[in-house]
């Protein structure tokens, strides 16, 4: 278990540190118009950090002991499924705690 207060500097450097990264970014470019494909392949940084977030909580579910989990594994498919059938960011995070819960439920 971590200290409190070694959480808090942690949490508080990792902010400052991704605020100077995105501020020195932001700052280098100024007003400069970016190319096209730069600007494509920006639009994808949230969609790409999402799944890498949470595709070691699905592989190695802390609840589980590091175990893998069906309930997880459906979540996440079902999750992947309707975000890409519908495109729809809303509905796939609805559809995946649903599936995640419906089948905790049902497994116990």
């Known amino acids: 278990m971590i200290d409190l207060s070694n959480l808090w500097i942690v949490i508080i450097s990792l902010g400052i540190g991704s605020f100077g990264l995105r501020f020195l970014f932001l700052g280098l470019i100024g007003n400069r118009v970016l190319p ?5 392949h ?31 594994m459906a979540a996440a498919l079902a999750t992947l499924a309707v975000g890409v059938l519908t495109r729809s960011v809303i509905g796939a995070i609805l559809t995946g ?8 439920y049902l497994l116990g």
């Open 97 to 104: 705690g649903v599936v995640l819960y419906g089948m905790l």
């Open 36 to 40: 096209p494909f730069v600007l494509r």
């Open 42 to 72: 920006l639009r994808y940084t949230a969609v790409a950090v999402l799944p890498a977030l949470v595709t070691p909580l699905v592989l190695w579910p802390q609840a589980t002991g590091g175990e893998p989990d069906p309930a997880r």
